[in-house]
């Protein structure tokens, strides 16, 4: 079974092939192709929801074409079109919708609608050591910051979320104020390099108390404190980055490891686009050893958004014995919790 993967959910035009391995090909993604936008909107320092429609409705079909050139395949050698139906801007995952579904009525194929931050969870899956279930899932994107608990496909538990700027957002915010630019999250972790970790101390915002919830606005707040009580140079600039990725790299393991305790689970899977954050990689690893809890991450290519996880988290529901739904709608909200698929046991 081959099934292609559409993601247009905000800045990213994200299209690949995934193979369950059972015909002629081996498992796994065929081909995967990403335009990333970051061109569009560097001007107006984030995303500009408009231009990012215009933009996935003149990046999506060529795309297509390309992955489908790179696999080899034509449209005859499908079996299904899976395509982003939320959450995220709704104009921008209208155009891969919109297409999903065209494409795959004139190619007499099923399109299905997928949950963007479910292809994050299970994009470490698709690496070639994949992590087993039960398992403890951070997900650390633009728009999310989750601890939840994965009892199988179709099996989640919210445990914890951010009560206001998911991480992401947070270091977006704080490049800005920074002037590191768009986007911002790489932009700020390049300057942390440079940072002195022993300048500046942030705090570990709703660590001291019971509780997996998170909560970020504040890190930005003393981020711009910090920058008007100091001459902003270049070296004060990194020492704030470095001493900002440290707190929410802090912040993130606490909660995990409180997580993993509570919920008694001995693997993490970390996924979304901060997950790509080398201080954060080496921070829930250290974690990881003093607990002796796995951590699994995805290929760095599959941290930010991508097609790959949306064909693969298709693929994985139909295993999981989910049938096509025929309503055709895409939501710029969507909680994970309704995606969860009624047990048998
Ligand atoms: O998962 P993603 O591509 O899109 C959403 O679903 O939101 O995540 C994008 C977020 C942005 O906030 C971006 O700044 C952040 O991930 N990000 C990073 C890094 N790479 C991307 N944050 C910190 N360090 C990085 N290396
Ligand atoms: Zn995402």
């Keep these: 079974m081959r099934i292609l993967g559409i993601e247009t959910s905000c800045d990213e035009t994200g299209i690949a092939i995934y193979d369950d391995g059972l015909g002629d090909s081996p498992e796994g993604i065929l081909a995967h192709r990403l335009y990333s936008q970051i061109a569009v909107h560097a001007d107006y320092g984030g995303v500009v929801p408009e231009l990012a429609s215009r933009d996935h409705v003149r990046k999506t079909i060529p795309l297509i074409k390309e992955v489908l050139a790179d696999a080899n395949l034509t449209p005859q050698d499908l079996d299904g079109v899976a395509y982003t139906a939320g959450p995220g801007l709704v104009g921008a995952l209208l155009v891969g919708c919109s297409i999903g579904r065209s494409l795959a009525y004139g190619w007499e194929l099923p ?24 398992f403890l899932a951070l997900l650390v994107s633009g728009g999310h910051t989750q601890l939840i608990k994965v009892s199988q496909i179709g099996a989640y538990e919210l ?115 901060v997950s790509a954050n080398k201080r954060l990689r080496s921070t829930l690893d250290a974690m990881g050893k003093e607990l ?32 096509d739904k025929l309503t055709i709608q895409v939501r710029p909200r969507w909680p994970l919790s309704e995606l969860n698929i009624p047990q048998t046991v």
């Design 111 to 134: 399109a299905v609608p997928v949950h963007h931050m479910e292809g994050h969870l299970l994009a470490p899956m698709l690496e070639e050591t994949p992590p087993s279930f039960p």
């Design 159 to 273: 445990l914890g979320e951010s009560l206001d700027d998911a991480a992401g957002e947070a270091f977006d915010k704080t490049a800005k104020l920074l002037n590191l630019g768009y986007p911002g999250g790489p932009a700020l972790a390049r300057c942390a390099e440079h940072g002195n970790p022993d300048r500046f101390t942030f705090p570990r915002p709703m660590t001291n108390r019971p509780g997996l919830d998170f909560s970020f606005s504040g890190l930005k707040t003393f981020a711009l404190t910090t920058s008007q009580q100091n001459t902003l140079d270049e070296q004060t600039c990194a020492d704030i980055a470095r001493a900002f990725e440290d707190a929410v790299a802090d912040t993130l393991a606490i909660k995990c490891k409180r997580a993993l305790q509570q919920a008694e689970l001995s693997t993490l899977v970390v996924a979304g686009g």
């Design 292 to 323: 002796n809890v796995n951590v699994f991450y995805p290929r760095h290519d599959f941290c930010t958004d991508n097609g790959a996880m949306i064909a693969y988290a298709r693929y994985q529901r139909l295993l999981a014995g989910e049938h």
